[in-house]
C-alpha cells in the first residue's frame, strides 16, 4: 500500500464548479499535513496546511480526519488559475524529515 | 518568505559526463536539504536527506555513488549525478524548511530537468 494515496484524475471542471479531492495516509503517526499545488514542469507550492479543525484561505477548504486518516482540499468556484496538479503531502514529524508525497490530482478548468 | 534558489533550471547532457546541481537557502539556514526526483506523471519521490556536514542518507534504492550529495555549508546543498545514463533523465529538485513546525512547510527550488542524451 503506498503510503499516501490520492484520486487519479484527470479532474475537467467548468469555471465556477466546485470540486473535492481526497486522499488517504498510510502512516497513523503522521503529524503534518499539507496540500501543494504544481503546475506543469514547475516546482510544487504549499496551497495550505491541514488542521484538524479544518482550515479555509478564501475558496480553500481542507480538512483532515485523523481517525480515517483521510485528508480533503474543497475548491469552490473555480478558476481557470486553478488547473494545475495537486499533491496531497504528509510529514511524520514537522521539521528535519522528508515531506511523503501522494501521486497528485490533475484538474483542468474549462471555460 | 523562506526562499530556496536551484540552479541550473535545465541541463542537457551526453552519456556518462557528471552533472551538479546547486541548492541554496537564501534567507535561512537550513541545517538539513532534502533532494527528490520526479518523472513524467510520477509522484516526487525522496532520493536523500542532505545534512550540514555530515554524510547524507540514501533512500533505499538509491545509489550513493552515483548521486554524490555535500552540505558543506549551512546555505548549500549540492547533488552530482556522476556518469549520466539516458534513465538518469528527470525532474531533480531539493526542499528545505527555515524551522520545525506545522507552519513553515517546507520550501521547493525551482527545479532542475536534466536530460541525458
Known amino acids: 500500500r503506498k503510503e499516501v494515496e490520492q484520486d487519479p484524475g484527470p479532474f475537467n471542471v467548468p469555471e465556477g464548479a466546485t470540486v473535492a479531492f481526497n486522499c488517504t495516509y498510510s502512516n497513523s503517526a503522521s503529524q503534518s499535513f499539507f496540500w501543494y499545488r504544481q503546475d506543469c514542469r514547475k516546482e510544487p507550492k504549499l496551497l495550505m496546511s491541514v488542521y484538524s479543525s479544518g482550515n479555509e484561505d478564501g475558496r480553500f477548504t481542507a480538512q483532515l480526519n485523523r481517525a480515517s486518516q483521510y485528508i480533503s482540499l474543497l475548491i469552490r468556484d473555480s478558476k481557470l488559475s486553478d488547473s494545475a496538479t495537486y499533491l496531497c503531502v504528509v510529514n511524520v514529524i514537522s521539521g528535519n524529515t522528508p515531506l511523503v508525497f501522494g501521486k497528485g490530482t490533475r484538474l483542468s478548468v474549462i471555460a | 518568505g523562506a526562499v530556496v534558489s536551484q540552479h541550473p533550471s535545465r541541463v542537457i547532457c551526453k552519456s556518462g559526463t557528471s552533472v551538479k546541481i546547486e541548492c541554496r537557502s537564501l534567507?535561512?539556514?537550513?541545517?538539513?536539504m532534502f533532494w527528490y526526483r520526479q518523472f513524467p506523471k510520477q509522484s516526487l519521490m525522496l532520493m536523500a536527506t542532505?545534512?550540514?556536514?555530515?554524510?547524507?542518507?540514501?533512500e533505499q534504492g538509491v545509489e550513493k555513488d552515483k548521486f554524490l550529495i555535500n552540505h558543506a555549508s549551512l546555505t548549500l546543498s549540492t547533488l552530482t549525478v556522476t556518469s549520466a545514463h539516458p534513465e538518469d533523465s528527470s525532474f531533480y529538485i531539493c526542499?528545505?524548511?527555515?524551522?520545525?513546525?506545522?507552519?513553515?512547510?517546507?520550501?521547493f527550488g525551482s527545479g532542475t530537468r536534466l536530460t541525458v542524451v
Open positions: 534567507d535561512f539556514q537550513a541545517t538539513t
Open positions: 526542499s528545505a524548511t527555515p524551522g520545525a513546525g506545522l507552519d513553515y512547510g517546507y520550501t
Open positions: 542532505s545534512n550540514e556536514g555530515s554524510k547524507a542518507t540514501y
